[in-house]
């Protein structure tokens, strides 16, 4: 037991029994696994110190605490922006202030499991625009990969710098009712949210002192440092010892801006448009006030579709004509490679415990959640026949659209969905609804249960290396297991402890 | 695009390698420049709309009433400062509607609302770039004229309102100085302050000039003092040049002052002084030779330093004052093609 | 066949252009019954060339023009030797349906994709072919290409490059693209991998209307034979007269020239082919080849690491195979 923190009269004493009782008083596990409590009254033991922390605020503390870091992010201009939304284009995060805490036990299986599946999914991708074993040895069928969407016949046969596609990579865990993580799906095109995470992280210490003070957290903020060195890692060798690093931005109506900004403000790098750079002779140049500049290696936030209009997309402004050209000479590096997206694809991913296997000969340390492809006609009738059940998930939609849950959808919905199913079977997938595990969260004057997931955040420079934390992600309304923020979600810390 | 390139040729590779070794001092990007001097331009440009709205009713309350066709020329003038042709469409007063027009109007790229919004926008783009400290200034008076309590703000004192845009402006100006490093990234923000203050400075006291002193306007003479110092007020020049020149408010003395002085932030001289060093400075960093923006204002200069108040008047104040924007013009579209848009 | 030719493209555009960044799909392709004994670019303004394979196998050489400019002139030329040999089809041994598997070598060719579309139209001229099983499919691939040159007229201008077999399907014309197009929709529908080629050909008195023309054709697989090519816009098998450039799903594989520019321009295209036979090999083609073309380099220090030391050359070796 850690000793209470201050030294309080008995009359505070009473007030914050009081308080406890009134912030915790409506909380209800449902059944469900929560993070916080093992069970009604029983706290886990990583989170006594917080509970009691938290027991400590009275209702308007907490509410000016809320406050202040409503403040900072505004002031700060951590915003994203949400498509389709008329009323202004920028939002604030929704941010709320009760931490998350893994322990240091349970962390380590998550590293590892973490490394694992990045330097597979990078085995996977060289293997996959190279030799095709794993297509020859009829561990994926041909069709799942060459039917995929994000699947970059230009990147046959390149060259990528050290054999490196996936530089940075966003894993989705969920924890299912078991308490067990599992994966949910990989973004190893241009993952984003760690700007969050190094902000709420700042915006906390400022908020919580104290609740801080009890732990021993590890720190995520040299993460900036270590992604500019994993960029470096793959710098062509004619760059030297010290190569042009540059991030690669949609510009400022990108829905991620701010982290684009954010990054290049910590790694103390250029911001770059497609209209500043230009190709001339197979090298890549930015624009600058005193001519032209070689660009090394480009952070790029950039889909592949738009990032050259002569390779991809012709109409597209974003990128810049000749790329792809720089890129298959070496004479520029990017991260993340171009074809990544084939990893994303909801279908492929259902194959990644295999490619586990194949390339690595382990078994999978963090399993997938259960999943069935709809382009197998075995899989597809379950899926169609059991349709209230499950929850169907478009193979290369993020940011929770083209979703049907299953349980919660109308009749009219599951059957308008089981007719796209029917029409483009390659184009879906359906897993069994995983009942995610819940948190407190403030609510109102009190605190409530509400389902989070965990992105933890993967480089892969010399070695894998695994962010301590990631962005917790909450769904805010009640019961609701959509925690993306374009639909509404919101964030908070995440505290992973030291031994 | 139309315009061919000159200095577009590609450092040869030993000269960049070399340049890269200057380290922090790389190069930066055009795009950012250009952000970076518009940011400044508008910040600036705000803060005048403010100061001279704010000033104008002020000294309007001071000569007490007034013919309502001489009221009309005194806030119509304040469009011509910013080379808008004609009163907004409207069903309110026209002291009223131009105070809001330059106020809150978006479809008016001049008004405060607008020239916070492009600052802002500007610098959200280069987010990265700026500190930390300009950020969250100009963010917050960006929020403040865009709050939803701002019109009521502002119909509850407009004084208020005003005085808190051009406290955030000199804030923003301030943190410009003492937060960035001077290299060329400040040289921009100096050049794009000095060009727009210049103009500005420039078309108020052309406007002004011509109501008052030309006899556009008949006003009785004990008002003329008053005027005049709004005019001083208009360029935040009234207690320094008071302190100069103690007594009465002389239409030539003003013009000595706000045109030719050398020591003082607010007139012309001094701004074209200060954007000249800084186009050299500019010029010196990017190791280019000579460009014709640092030409025109040199040249600018040096027929400023050595000027007469009998040689300006021997051309007419406000020729001369028109040949002073045009040649500032000139000399933003000369930086514009050099560093921004080659 | 000897073959020389020269393909001459003209870009003009009605204003300056910068930052021009251009692909072309324009040396022969090098196969065993085709032989490209030389090749070259010229190319103003002046600029330097960088090749490299596509997916494909296709020989693309990429340039860029920075420079303020209003036109582009390329000069491709080349001596080839074809010895293909006039097949008979009908005589083959492969039956239809011929069960290709799609695994990733053929899965791209037994797809509908881009300009390639299902319709019912195209369903009704499958059907009108009278497949039985069990039949030639050298028979059922003679029947398509006749069933094209009785409906199907060649027009100009009726379709776009961007056209899909919708349009000529509708119009009943279009151009060699389009017929292309269509029969590759064709096969597919019945189940035999279809690729598209662009080339040139070279004229032969009877059918070719006299002149040098770029053109685009057909290959169908015949698990006997391999690729064998067909021309649906002149109802014939491809001969020794036709010279292979490229290989693609469709069109959009294939362009012998695209780019992208910056500027407020129209751009306006001429192309022109020029062939000759030739008796014997030319006297300077020795020389010819040696014409240098940049390439990339892959490090200027000494200092190389393992993988960029065989990254270009390894990357140019396994395309060729």
Known sequence: ?499 | ?342 | MLLQLTHTTELTYTDLISESVVELRMAPRQESDQHRLSFSLAIGPATAVNSYFDWLGNTVHALSISAFHKQIRIVASSVVETDRLKVEVERFKDQWPGNFVANQQLYDFLQFAGPIVKSQALTDVVKELGAEPGMSQGELALRMLHSIAEKFAYVKGVTTSASSINEILRHGSGVCQDFAHLMIGMARSVGIPARYVSGLVHPDADRFRGYTQTHAWVELLFPSAGWVGFDPTNNCIVGPNFVKVAIGRDYRDVPPNKGVYRGNAQEDIDVKVLSKELKQMPGGLAGERYQTLSVATFSDAGGRTPWDSDGGLQQQQQQQQ
């Not at chain 1, 029983?42 to 917080?50: I, L, Q, W």
């Not at chain 2, 518009?38 to 007034?66: F, K, P, Q």
């Not at chain 2, 009465?248 to 002085?261: H, S, V, Y």
């Not at chain 2, 280019?288 to 040096?302: H, W, Y």
Request: charge should be negative; glycine fraction near 4%; charged fraction near 25%.
């Open chain 2, 1 to 342: 695009m139309a315009e061919p390139r000159e200095n577009i040729t590609t450092l040869p590779v030993e000269s960049r390698s070399k340049f890269d070794q200057r380290g922090r001092a790389r190069p930066m990007l055009s795009r950012d420049a250009d952000a970076m001097y518009w940011m400044c331009r508008y910040v600036e440009r705000a803060e005048h709309v403010a100061r001279l709205l704010m000033i104008n009713a002020s000294t309007l309350i001071d000569v007490g009433d007034l013919e309502t066709d001489a009221l009309n020329k005194l806030w119509l003038s304040i469009l011509r400062v910013f080379r808008i042709e004609h009163p907004p469409p409207s069903d309110l007063p026209l002291a009223e509607a131009i105070s809001r027009y330059m106020t809150f109007e978006i479809a008016n790229p001049n008004s405060i609302v607008s020239c916070l919004t492009r600052a802002r926008e500007n610098a959200r783009s280069i987010r990265e770039n700026i500190s930390a400290e300009m950020w969250e200034a100009l963010n917050s008076s960006y929020l403040s004229v865009r709050a939803d309590d701002a019109v009521a703000r502002f119909d509850e004192s407009r004084e208020d309102f005003y005085r808190s845009v051009l406290a955030s402006s000199m804030l923003f100006q301030g943190l410009t100085n003492q937060t960035l490093p001077h290299t060329q990234r400040w040289q921009f923000a100096q050049v794009a302050k000095y060009f727009e203050r210049i103009d500005v400075t420039s078309r108020i006291l052309d406007t002004r000039w011509s109501l008052l002193a030309s006899g556009e306007l008949t006003i009785e003479p004990q008002l003329r003092n008053i005027h005049w110092m709004g005019v001083l007020r208009s360029c935040c020049s009234i207690e320094t040049f008071r302190r100069e020149y103690p007594g009465e408010m002389d239409p030539l003395r003003i013009a000595q002052f706000l045109i030719l002085r050398n020591d003082f932030p607010r007139s012309i001289r001094f701004c074209v002084e200060q954007a000249s060093e800084s186009l050299t400075s500019l010029r010196t960093m990017t190791s280019r030779a000579i460009d014709p923006a640092e030409r025109i204002v040199g040249r600018l200069l040096a027929q400023l330093d050595y000027a007469e108040l009998a040689e300006v008047l021997n051309v007419g104040i406000s020729r001369y004052l028109q040949n002073i924007q045009h040649q500032i013009s000139e000399a933003a579209t000369a930086v514009q093609k050099a560093y921004f848009l080659y």
């Open chain 1, 1 to 499: 037991m850690t000793p209470v923190p201050y030294n309080r009269s008995l009359a505070e004493e009473e007030s914050s029994i009081a308080a406890q009782k009134t912030m915790f008083e409506a909380y209800q596990i449902d059944g469900l696994f929560d993070e916080m409590f093992a069970s009604a009254n029983v706290t886990r033991p990583h989170y006594e110190s917080a509970f009691r922390g938290l027991c400590e605020f009275q209702p308007t503390d907490f509410d000016r605490r809320r406050r202040m870091a409503d403040v900072a992010f505004r002031n700060q201009g951590i915003t994203f922006t949400v498509y389709g939304d008329k009323r202004g284009v920028e939002k604030i995060f929704p941010f709320d202030l009760v931490p998350r805490i893994i322990p240091a036990h349970e962390w380590d299986v998550i590293e590892a499991g973490l490394s694992q599946r990045i330097t597979a999914l990078n085995l996977f991708c060289k293997d996959i625009y190279h030799d095709q074993r794993i297509l020859s040895e009829n561990i994926i069928p041909p069709e799942m990969i060459y039917g995929a969407k994000f699947f970059r016949r230009e990147m046959m046969h390149v060259h990528v710098p050290r054999d490196i596609y996936i530089h940075i990579c966003g894993t989705d865990l969920v924890r299912g009712k078991d308490g067990a993580y599992y994966v949910l799906e990989d973004n190893a095109r241009t993952p984003s949210g760690v700007s969050y995470v190094l902000e709420s992280r700042a915006v906390m210490k400022r908020v919580f002192p104290t609740l801080f003070a009890e732990y021993r957290v590890r720190s995520v903020e040299d993460y900036p440092h270590n992604l500019l060195n994993t960029l470096k890692h793959v710098a062509p060798p004619h760059a030297g010892s010290d190569p042009v690093v540059a991030i690669l931005t949609p510009g400022v109506f990108n829905s991620a801006f701010f982290e684009h900004s954010f990054l290049a403000r910590q790694m103390g790098v250029d911001l770059v448009e497609g209209q500043d750079l230009v190709v001339e002779n197979n090298f890549v140049y930015m624009r600058t006030i005193a001519g032209l500049r070689r660009v090394d290696v480009l952070y790029r936030r950039v889909d592949d579709d738009f990032i050259d209009p002569l390779t991809f997309h012709p109409e597209s402004m974003l990128g810049v004509a000749g790329l792809m050209n720089a890129f298959r000479c070496g004479n520029v590096a990017m991260a993340n490679a171009v074809g990544t997206g084939i990893c994303d694809d909801k279908a492929i991913y259902a194959y990644v415990p295999e490619m586990i296997r194949f390339y690595l000969k382990q078994e999978p340390i963090l399993p997938n959640v259960p999943t069935h492809i709809c382009a197998r006609p075995d899989d597809c009738r379950y899926t169609l026949e059991n349709l209230d059940k499950l929850v169907v998930k478009a193979t290369n939609e993020s940011g929770g659209y083209g979703m049907l849950m299953g349980h919660q959808a109308t009749r009219e919905q599951r059957e308008a969905f089981a007719e796209q199913i029917r029409k483009d079977p390659r184009n879906f997938i359906a897993q069994p609804v995983v009942e995610l595990s819940q948190h407190p969260s403030l609510v109102g004057d009190h605190f409530e249960g509400r389902r989070v997931d965990l992105r933890p955040y993967i480089l892969y420079g010399d070695k894998p290396l695994v962010m301590p934390g990631g962005l917790t992600r909450v769904a805010l309304t009640k019961g609701s297991l959509v925690v993306n923020s374009s639909q509404g979600g919101g964030s908070k810390d995440t505290w992973v402890l030291e031994e």
